[in-house]
């Protein structure tokens, strides 16, 4: 079946690290690609998206392109910041599915000043 | 715009208490989609609307029904809770067509507690 892995957190960082969440995929065919997050107390909101092999996603500085040979799709950031604290999910989508999604676990990220 | 509103914000019930939770967007779209979210599980679909008139399963539809009352409102109805339906329940919605997969929008959540 179609499924989303997701590295574990908690994810603790110092502010201006350089942040990498790593997301992979199984899916029977080629979905599109998002990253979501959360912040505290939140709904989720669309942090980037891509929807073809080698497309990059990028938002507020983070990153990730979308790898069909190694079906993933990691987040990365160059500098985060205690704002970024949050919980990350990456999820996928097929054409035709009626944008339901499959999400991953889940990545808690909290970054100290 | 207020996007994608639901009510309530939290809820505590008793194992085989009924609710119904509720869930408005403003923003015109054709589908709207139920998830709960449990610790470590990310979220599940529970059932979804692709047009107004049409609702089906998701992933975990098992003592939940839904009613698409209008192209606005999609609303979640436990008939009688049990203690596994305690999570964090939310709504989303998103303009489907028959082009690349989009973005949906969520609403804040409903937390349900139930003893």
């Known amino acids: 079946g179609n499924s989303v892995t997701q590295m574990e957190g908690p994810v603790t960082l110092s502010e201006e690290a350089f942040l990498t969440i790593n997301c992979t995929y199984t899916?029977?065919?080629?979905?599109?690609l998002f990253w979501y997050v959360q912040y505290p107390g939140e709904g989720l909101q669309l942090l980037l998206k891509?929807?073809?092999?080698?497309d990059k996603g990028s938002n507020k500085g983070f990153e990730a392109t979308y790898r069909k040979e190694t079906t993933s799709f990691h987040l990365e950031k160059g500098s985060v910041q205690v704002s970024d604290s949050a919980v990350y999910f990456c999820?996928?989508?097929?054409?035709?599915?009626?944008?339901?999604?499959?999400f991953g676990a889940g990545t808690r990220l909290a970054v100290h000043p | 715009n207020a996007g994608v509103t639901q009510t309530p914000k939290f809820q505590v019930l008793k194992t085989g208490q009924s609710m119904t939770l509720q869930c408005a967007q403003d923003?015109?779209?054709?589908?709207m989609y139920w998830y709960r979210q449990d610790p470590g599980m990310g979220l599940r679909l529970i059932y979804y609307?692709?047009?107004?008139?049409?609702?089906d399963k998701g992933e975990v539809p098992n003592g939940y029904n839904v009613s698409r009352l209008n192209k606005r409102e999609f609303s979640l109805r436990l008939e009688s809770a049990a203690p596994s339906q305690t999570s964090v329940y939310f709504c989303?919605?998103?303009?489907f067509g028959r082009g690349r997969p989009d973005e949906q929008f969520f609403g804040p959540g409903t937390r349900l507690t139930v003893l």
């Open positions: 989303a919605s998103s303009d």
């Open positions: 899916a029977t065919g080629y979905p599109s």
């Open positions: 891509a929807t073809k092999a080698d």
């Open positions: 999820a996928l989508c097929f054409s035709g599915g009626y944008n339901k999604l499959i």
């Open positions: 923003m015109n779209h054709n589908s």
């Open positions: 609307s692709a047009s107004e008139g049409t609702t």
